[in-house]
């Protein structure tokens, strides 16, 4: 293997000394060829520089590389530059050029990007935080998110404000662009002086003359350099020049990136191929991932052609291979110093804008080969063969350069235009990202409305990189500025090309030329996808309609609307199907690549419509043209066909025969609905009432206009009604998505739109007869008799009751839906309210729900802000939930029941709604249709449909059939759709009745032709004598209020046409009537609502009469009852209140304890249901539990855990650092129960890992397993043992004295025992055993076998949870599990309490109740499980913290410092009754040991509280007289100081330190009295059972304190200076007051989450400064916040995960078990999500504390909206943490989604 070419450091240690760039420049200067001479220069120096080798370079080896790049190479540069030293030269620059107009700020990856929602010109303008906070647009509404992707123009979001976007890296702030706003341009930073300088005078004139001419030179040297270098293809030499002076045999083994391998392949290919590790492995594939090629192997050639061939054998299997090159190191040398060129370029010219002038002259300038020779044009068609680091750098210098000069952005937009095409193609093949194509800089040019296009897409789509890293990309970049936009639009004919480049990729067609999808690869699917791009960039061209038009751009633009609808041409009819019948369709047809285009093209056939509206020629030459395609792709429609002649009601129309149940029918009608638009707007703006004469109307043939649209919706009616079901899947997701708000506005809505064109202009009873032929109904209505009309059709009953519904709702909808601008004489805002009014009377609904149901327009918006406040009111959220707007109730009136953007569940919900409604307001429930708006005058004819002899006979029809209970030929929804229709055109005579003038008649005569015979088929009366009879048919008592309203309304119309016959009727005379009508409603109503009253009045009458003779009949029993209520009445009365005891009387501890009454608990298995009393010797019964290591508390989360088997834990820090909580959900089973639960539990765990291999929502194997009744994660079982015995008031109680010294002495004998039993012989002479202590006594273990079970049971888990061991029974350290896991969960309660300011009895929830009472009985119990010996060691080092035990072979106690003192308590007091159980004197009482331990205790945390006392700021001393406890604390700390001098501060206020003794004790005392309570049963006093006044004294004396504290000092101050004077010469107090160990403070501040921003887009921007730790620098792809500690990680990526317990994790779950012990809590900032993760398998997302305007989150920053902190729901989160209920909220979410149980959490 060859050595590195490299010079080592001290070979360039010597150069640094040596090299001077000063003298180097002027060298350089005085030559004759500049070029030459730098080429040497760079030859000689740049591969001692820059050859690495193939290791990773030291952090220190690559700081000395920069030093020398920029000393060597780049200095050099600088000088020749300026002429001199560079600071000083750069200086005068910056001050020379002048403020800058443009902010041109480039975004990084993550960066939020605000975009104002009134002002942009559209969606792709945007500002940087910086210029946006100091703009006008901040104050208006606005979008604000990360930026994603580089299709920012500069411009990300659009009309209508401000809207919060984020970069994803590339693109710049729009700041001082003036096409960019429509208001507003600049902020007040970029605010130009002097405008008309900035525009008339040329930068490069304010520059230096010598600077100028140095500064073409140089420019020209080095990009010519980089460009030769980035375009070098081959792998052994290096251009002219740049040969090194001496040649080695070095090479580089570079793999290249691409998108079509995985992670997985490549690190398994490299371990393969160069034998590295999996960590090298991955680290090579992330680099290759973020820089697009990485270095694998160096050495000889022979080297590094070895791990190429291995690479390409291992990837070339399923796929093309992985891109590797071997190449010689000086060429990558050369190569590394091209790019790094390329940002001095871009930093150089950022000082002035005449250099940046200078080098865009530069860049442009053509070659001496002619056409596409500029460097400028050698990169751009260059840009699919570069890797994607080389595009990166050079596409942010095009950014900072030619996009920045207003002058040269039009150039290089021609530029870009006319190698379009290719460059599109090329990115069309490449694997890569659009984002690292040039293609993507469109957006910067084509919005700007003006570029070789066509060249640049064909690379792309040969390209396999993702559009973002592709040139084509910066078309977001161009596209977008309207000017340039439409002045490439004349000039280019860009319209044109990029349709035709779009076209041309898409070659599959099939023998019509229609586009044909269903034999595509995935290798066509994948460019199908990057095709799509084109659509992109096209509508980022349409994006801003002109406001002028000149002649040429009316001439290009009708050429490029005459190829789109070419385009148009070969979608119409495409993907046809035809109905599956007998068998079922074998294989799905392709159907999505079809919606797929029709959903991208939606907005820019919208906006082609929104251009030709613009100017009547355009849009009367657009409809010539559109009516020319269509009759072209309906040539051949009729041909074939058999005509038909169809008569009814006296009417007869000629038609050929079509059934779309028989033959091909497509869905796909874009040129026939790009007609309907432009008819629609031809009657808008009134084109075709002024302008007759241009327009072709008279070739419309009105029948083949409503063909295609007509066959489309009679396939979904019989999709439907079920007749299409052997066609699969496919067809109903195709009938979907055609209502689908995504795509019915060019759908749908449109076919509707052509039904009433084509109504409008055909007699109506004709366009009835041709939708009864098409929906196979003909005969239905036409035969003689209709009882037979089923025997003449192939469909069952069902389904042709649901066609003649399916025939009603589309007349309906034909007649009614006149909301639309040009139909109806309405504004587009009459539409939005609308439709928002519909969606509101389904129910309340959120913000983001009523957006999702309305379409967007190009901008993105739908205008709902505009009209919801006049429609809606809104309602704020609560904790949980959103906010949601609730219609106004004035305006419930404009309801539709047939509303045409309805689904039927849409509107089964609404009239259930609504009619409840009415009920509700004591309203009858008739929903009849709302008065429409009138039609415009071309569509004013749709009317007479309502009252057509065909609908007329249609309806007598369908009434006919109704009064027919048991005929089963009708439903009740087609009756309904037959009143609606009566109900409308009632409602249309009304209005022209009330409209009319006086001299006219009205033509409209419904009602009159209603009250005539029909002329159905057979006999009937007429529609009105029909109703009539309905009326009162019992049956139909649904629709009787509907037929109600409709007779009255016939009966007002009467009344009103013979009262002013010849006149104009007023509204308020025409409601008249309809008032009258209401109020005999109103009577009627309250006589039946008074007979209802009676009605129950009788009932209720009756049922008492009933019960009064039950009682009379059972006198016996009732009366026994009563007594014993009586009975039990006086003994409560009588008795001592024991809810509300005195203070004085209760007491929780110690001899005088009161409490501990023999009381029976009964309770229930929640398994077996049966009822058991806990027992000692009883069955075992257990509460199912959850135990979880904890940092809730921690003051230390930084302490270094030693090694679990060699820790012991009996000692807890006072820090807190890591502690085992337990939990539980209060469920209660029998232990055998329990265990038969969980063995099948583990047997069908057993089972589904044979079946699925992966993580459930619990670990059986950890033991843990889900409530049987509430699904709560549990691990483990607590037993339940009885209550604690009442005191033995016999035993004399012992002073403090007495007690230690017999304890010292029985602990002595102890010792000498166990020392006897384990080394055989006494060491030395036997001490005394007190009278009565028994050492070698066995005490009785007063348990059952099965309590006991369960009492090692909990104990194993809380060892083997608590250290994160195996379970060992032997282990001295499980009982001390036990206890510690009861002590912090009653630290961690007190904490949660004392925060919410909750008393400290009576306010835990009754799980947390039963939690805590059998945790502490069972720690008080566990002893008995353990060996006796062991846990009297443990009592007898725990004494030896307070006392001094005569023990010589105990180690050194720690210091009172290091201890907790309530752990120190529990432990005490739990293991005490191992020592008293020996005690068979009698004379000894255990209360009265556990109230020594209490008070000597207590005096130890006092001490501990003043040695950490801090003076703090002098504050007001309390004025008056010094307290006894102000006076002895004084005392106290004054001994404290005698023992350790210096070490504490002199405090002279006695008031000071009581107070900081007093809050310093209460928690520890708050904890002690909830321990003692549980473990004693002692019911407490009342003042704790509130948060009022006293409770200090009441806490001290249900203590058995003093309220002094100090007293118990100074009451045993003899006994207790000895032991203080040992406390305080302990040698670690000293280290630790003198900062040599971590001193906590009392109280212990609650941890609380961090603070977070108010403002969401200040995270956001925290976020994308953060760089990943391990990649050098790059910025993190999902930078993730722990909301515990703060830490930023980089989270889901290969470059941070690190090995935890033996395997790969990421960032977050590693951070989990160093900052919360396996429980973390995340905000994941650019998802804007919580993440909950436990351990390594579970977690889960959580909705995040961050909420809009409209109080709703946004997950994954989709709706831009601005986000800011709602403090409830933090605290909620917050609160979840603290009672440690992460985990439980884990199991739940898993448990109801079960995809969260498949994500591997480990990786995030």
Request: aromatic share 8%; charged share 20%; hydrophobic share 35%.
């Amino acid at each position: 293997m060859a050595e590195p070419s490299r010079d080592p450091p001290s070979a360039l240690s010597a150069d640094f000394m040596s090299f001077s760039p000063g003298d180097t420049a002027s060298r350089w200067l005085a030559c004759a060829d500049l070029q030459q001479e730098v080429y040497r220069h760079l030859a000689e120096y740049v591969p001692r520089v820059l050859c690495q080798g193939g290791g990773v370079a030291e952090q220190r080896e690559e700081q000395r590389e920069e030093l020398a790049l920029q000393l060597l190479l780049l200095a050099p540069l600088e000088w020749l530059l300026l002429g001199g030293e560079p600071a000083a030269g750069l200086a005068l620059l910056q001050q020379g050029g002048g403020a800058a107009a443009l902010c041109g700020h480039v975004f990084k990856v993550g960066e939020p990007t605000y975009s104002c929602r009134e002002c942009a010109a559209d969606p792709t303008c945007v500002l940087c935080m910086q210029c946006f906070l100091a703009s006008a647009h901040c104050h208006h509404r606005y979008r604000v998110s990360p930026t994603r992707t580089r299709t920012i123009r500069t411009r990300l979001t659009g009309p209508l404000c401000p809207q919060m976007t984020t970069s994803g890296g590339g693109g710049f702030c729009d700041c001082g662009d003036a096409e960019a706003w429509k208001t507003g341009p600049s902020c007040q930073n970029h605010t130009p002086a002097n405008r008309n300088r900035e525009t008339e005078e040329d930068p490069v004139s304010l520059l230096p003359p010598a600077v100028e001419e140095r500064s073409y030179s140089i420019f020209s040297i080095i990009l010519q350099y980089a460009v030769d270098l980035l375009t070098w293809e081959q792998e052994d030499q290096l251009p002219a020049g740049l040969e090194p002076p001496q040649r080695s045999d070095s090479y580089y083994c570079m793999l290249f990136n691409d998108e079509a391998h995985t992670y997985e392949q490549v690190i398994y290919t490299l371990q393969k191929a160069v034998s590295c590790s999996q960590k090298e492995a991955v680290s090579f594939a992330t680099t290759v991932d973020r820089d697009g090629r990485k270095s694998v192997r160096f050495g000889d050639h022979q080297f590094c052609e070895q791990a190429k061939a291995v690479i390409v054998r291992s990837t070339s299997r399923q796929s093309k291979p992985l891109r590797v090159q071997v190449m010689h190191s000086a060429l990558v040398a050369h190569q590394c110093f091209a790019l790094k060129a390329l940002s001095w370029l871009g930093q150089i010219i950022q000082y002035s804008d005449g250099l940046r002038r200078v080098l865009c002259q530069v860049g442009l300038r053509p070659g001496p080969e002619g056409e596409n020779s500029s460097l400028v044009d050698r990169l751009m068609l260059n840009d699919s063969k570069m890797w994607k680091g080389a595009r990166n750098v050079y596409h942010q210098l095009l950014m900072n350069s030619l996009l920045m000069d207003r002058k040269f952005k039009k150039l290089f937009a021609i530029r870009f235009a006319k190698n379009y095409r290719r460059l599109q193609t090329d990115f069309m093949e490449d694997d890569h990202d659009r984002l690292v194509s040039v293609t993507a800089l469109s957006v910067q040019l084509f919005t700007v409305p003006t570029v070789n296009y066509e060249r640049l897409q064909s690379d792309f789509i040969r390209d396999d990189h993702d559009r973002q890293f592709s040139v084509t990309d910066l078309s977001v970049q161009i596209f977008t500025v309207p000017s340039l936009a439409r002045m490439l639009m004349v000039e280019e004919n860009l319209m044109m090309t990029i349709i035709r480049t779009f076209v041309d990729q898409l070659r599959h067609r099939d023998a019509q030329g229609r586009f044909q999808f269903d034999r595509y690869t995935a290798q066509q699917a994948f460019k199908f996808g990057r095709v799509q791009s084109l659509i992109g960039d096209l509508k980022y061209v349409l994006i801003s309609p002109p406001p002028q038009w000149s002649q040429q751009l009316r001439t290009k633009f009708l050429d490029g609307f005459e190829a789109f609808l070419d385009l148009l041409r070969c979608m119409q009819g495409m993907d046809p199907v035809v109905r599956q019948v007998g068998q079922h369709i074998e294989m799905e047809p392709e159907w999505e690549a079809a919606f797929t285009l029709q959903m991208k093209l939606t907005h820019i056939i919208t906006m082609m419509q929104e251009w030709c509206s613009t100017d009547e020629h355009i849009l009367i030459e657009a409809y010539k043209k559109c009516l020319s395609a269509l009759s072209q792709c309906q040539s051949d429609l009729p041909d074939g066909e058999q005509p038909i002649s169809l008569s009814l009601a006296g009417h007869a129309v000629d038609t050929f025969r079509y059934q779309v149940s028989q033959e091909k029918v497509s869905i796909h009608l874009p040129v026939c609905r790009l007609l309907a638009g432009l008819h629609v707007l031809l009657s808008r703006t009134e084109v075709a009432s002024r302008l007759p004469e241009q327009l072709p109307l008279g070739e419309l043939s009105p029948h083949l206009l409503i063909e295609l649209p007509l066959r489309c919706l009679v396939l979904c009616a019989q999709v439907h009604a079920g007749m299409w079901r052997r066609n699969g899947f496919s067809l109903i997701n195709q009938i979907y998505y055609y209502h689908n708000v995504k795509c019915r506005v060019e759908m749908f809505d449109k076919d509707l739109a052509m039904l009433q064109v084509g109504a409008s202009m055909m007699d109506p009873n004709h366009f009835l007869m041709i939708v009864l032929s098409r929906f196979e109904l003909f005969h239905t209505f036409s035969a003689a008799d209709l009882r037979r009309r089923y025997r003449e059709t192939n469909k069952d009953l069902a389904q042709q009751n649901t066609l003649i519904e399916e025939m009603l709702h589309l007349v309906i909808m034909v007649v009614g839906e006149r909301y639309v601008p040009g139909v109806g004489q309405v504004e587009p805002l009459d539409e939005v309210r609308r439709e928002i009014l519909h969606q509101l009377c389904i129910r309340p609904m959120a913000h983001s729900e009523l957006v999702k149901s309305l379409p967007e327009n190009g901008n993105k918006e739908t205008g709902l802000e505009r009209v919801i406040d006049s429609i809606a009111s809104f309602r704020k959220p609560g904790v949980t939930g959103r906010g949601l707007y609730e219609l106004r109730p004035e305006w419930s009136r404009h309801f539709d029941l047939y509303f045409h953007h309805y689904s039927r569940a849409d509107q089964s919900k609404a009239e259930e709604a609504q009619r409840k409604l009415r009920r509700q307001n004591g309203e009858d429930t008739a929903l009849p249709p709302p008065r429409p708006p009138p039609l415009c005058p071309p569509f004013a004819s749709l009317v007479n449909l309502l009252q057509s002899d065909v609908l007329l006979a249609l309806e007598g029809a369908v009434l006919q059939w109704a009064g027919e209970p048991s005929g089963g030929g009708w439903t009740e929804s087609m009756l309904q759709r037959v009143l609606h229709l009566v109900a409308m055109a009632l409602l249309e005579e009304q209005q022209q009745l009330e409209s009319s003038g006086g001299d006219e008649d009205v033509s409209f005569t419904f009602s009159s032709k209603i009250t005539r015979p029909g002329e159905a088929p057979s006999t009937s009366g007429s529609v009105l004598a029909l109703l009539e009879n309905l009326q009162s048919a019992p049956h139909l008592e649904v629709h009787k209020d509907m037929i109600t309203w409709i007779l009255k309304m016939v009966g007002n119309i009467k009344t009103t046409r013979e009262r002013t016959y010849g006149s104009s009727v007023s509204v308020s005379h025409g409601r008249r009537p309809e008032e009258t009508v209401r109020d005999k409603d109103k009577a009627e109503r309250k006589r039946k609502a008074e007979m209802a009253r009676l009605r129950r009045e009788k009932v209720m009458a009756q049922m008492s009469e009933m019960q009064k003779h039950f009682i009379n009949e059972n006198k016996e029993l009732f009366q026994q009852s009563m007594e014993e209520l009586e009975a039990a009445a006086a003994t409560a009365e009588h008795s001592p209140p024991s809810s509300e005891p005195t203070c004085a009387a209760q007491i929780c501890v110690g001899p005088r304890r009161v409490g501990g009454a023999e009381r029976r608990q009964l309770v229930t298995c929640i398994l077996c249901q049966e009822e058991q009393e806990v027992r000692g010797h009883g069955r075992a019964m257990v509460l199912a539990a959850f135990i979880q290591r904890s940092t809730v508390l921690s003051k230390n989360r930084s302490r270094c855990v030693p090694d679990p088997e060699r820790l012991d834990p009996l000692f807890v820090h006072p820090d807190l650092s890591v502690g085992v909580h337990t939990a539980s959900c209060g469920h209660i089973m029998h232990a055998t129960c329990w265990q038969r639960y969980f063995e099948a539990v583990q047997q069908k765990e057993q089972r589904r890992q044979q079946r699925l291999r992966g993580h459930t929502s619990y670990d059986v194997e950890n033991g843990e397993f889900l409530c049987p009744l509430c699904e709560c994660l549990s691990n483990t079982v607590i037993p339940l043992l009885p209550h604690a015995c009442s005191p033995d008031r016999s035993v004399e109680h012992l002073c403090l004295e007495t007690w230690l010294k017999r304890t010292n002495q029985q602990a002595a004998a102890l010792d000498s025992t166990h020392r006897k039993q384990s080394y055989g012989a006494a060491q030395q002479a036997e001490p005394a055993v007190p009278d009565g202590f028994g050492v070698g006594f066995v005490p009785q273990n007063p348990f059952s076998s099965g309590v006991g079970e369960m009492i090692n049971t909990f104990s194993m888990s809380a060892y083997k949870v608590g250290l994160k061991v195996n379970p060992n029974e032997q282990d001295p350290r499980v009982p001390v599990l036990s206890w510690s896991t009861c002590a912090y969960t009653m630290q961690s309660i007190e904490r949660l309490l004392m925060d919410e300011k909750k008393p400290l009895f009576g306010s835990l929830p009754c799980r947390q109740n039963d939690c805590l009472s059998s945790l502490t009985r069972f720690s008080s119990a566990c002893w008995t499980a353990a060996p006796i010996r062991t846990v009297q060691n443990h009592f007898i080092r725990l004494l030896s913290v307070l006392v001094l035990v005569p023990d010589s072979q105990l180690e050194d106690p720690p210091c009172i410092l290091d201890v907790d003192m309530f752990h120190l308590l529990v432990y005490s007091v739990l293991s005490s009754s191992s020592l008293h159980s020996l005690d068979q004197s009698g004379r000894s009482s255990v209360d009265s040991a556990h109230l020594h331990l209490l008070h000597l205790v207590t005096v130890a945390h006092l001490v501990q509280v003043l040695l950490t006392f801090t003076a703090g700021e002098p504050s007001m001393d309390q004025d008056g007289e010094e307290s006894e406890e102000e006076r002895l604390t004084c005392q106290l700390y004054g001994r404290l100081r005698d023992h350790l001098g210096r070490c504490l501060p002199d405090v002279s206020s006695g008031w000071r330190l009581w107070r900081c003794v007093r809050a310093g004790v209460l928690p520890f005392l708050r904890t002690a009295a909830l321990f003692f309570h549980y473990m004693n049963s002692a019911s407490p006093p009342a003042d704790l059972l509130g948060t009022g006044p006293g409770q200090w004294e009441a806490l001290c004396s249900y203590l058995s304190l003093p309220s002094n504290l100090l007293l118990l000092y100074q009451n045993h101050r003899t006994l207790l200076e000895p032991l203080i004077h040992r406390w305080c010469c302990h040698p670690g107090v000293g280290q630790v007051l003198r900062g040599g160990g971590v001193l906590v403070r009392f109280p212990r501040e609650s941890n609380r989450l961090i603070d977070l921003p108010e403002d969401y887009s200040i995270l956001i921007n925290q976020a994308s400064s953060f760089t990943c730790p391990r990649s050098g620098g790059d910025k993190s792809r999902a930078p993730t916040l722990c909301l515990v500690c703060g830490c930023m990680l980089c989270s889901q990526s290969y470059c941070c995960q690190t090995e935890v317990e033996g395997e790969d994790v990421g960032a977050c779950t590693a951070h989990t078990f160093t900052c919360g012990a396996g429980i973390g809590l995340f905000l994941r900032v650019r998802e804007s999500q919580v993440l909950f993760v436990a351990g390594k398998t579970k977690g889960c997302f959580y909705p995040p504390p961050y909420l809009d305007d409209y109080g709703e989150t946004d997950p994954g920053l989709k709706r831009g909206n601005p986000l800011h902190l709602c403090s409830e729901r933090y605290q909620k989160i917050e609160r979840l943490w603290r009672q440690h209920g992460i985990a439980e909220v884990i199991g739940h979410a898993q448990e109801a989604n079960q995809t969260l149980v498949a994500i591997d959490w480990q990786h995030l």
